[in-house]
């Protein structure tokens, strides 16, 4: 079992910046990619911006340019960097790992972390 943390979630203005970070605990070592997606009410999730085990990343097209995914494996923490916040990223983000082990794959989640880019 895994267990994921958000923090740094909260209430800004548009324009400026956040870091949010989710700490995961427990069988660690069977994780691979992590992400991060994002709800909004009535809304489907959506994926935001993933990282694999070895550091590559896909960020979707409306956070190119503005948001930064990162890990760091030795603290078992994954970082989502989001400068220029806009109205539009206002939503509950969540953090996702993925633990592969004999064929099978589990996906944890955390328990989602509020932002809120005021306009």
């Known amino acids: 079992q895994v267990q994921l943390v958000e923090s740094g979630g909260g209430l800004v203005q548009a324009g400026n910046s956040l870091t949010l970070s989710c700490a995961a605990s427990?069988?660690?070592?069977?994780?691979?990619?992590m992400a991060w997606y994002r709800q909004t009410p009535g809304k489907e999730r959506e994926l935001v911006a993933g990282?694999?085990?070895?550091?590559?990343?896909y960020y979707a097209d409306s956070v190119k340019g503005r948001f930064t995914i990162s890990r760091d494996n030795a603290k078992n923490t994954m970082y989502l960097q989001m400068n220029s916040l806009k109205p539009e990223d206002t939503a509950v983000y969540y953090c996702?790992?993925?633990?592969?082990?004999?064929?099978?794959?589990?996906?944890?989640w955390g328990q989602g972390t509020q932002v809120t880019a005021s306009s």
């Open positions: 996702n790992a993925d633990c592969p082990r004999w064929g099978v794959v589990s996906t944890y």
């Open positions: 427990g069988d660690t070592s069977c994780i691979s990619a």
């Open positions: 990282i694999t085990s070895g550091g590559s990343t």
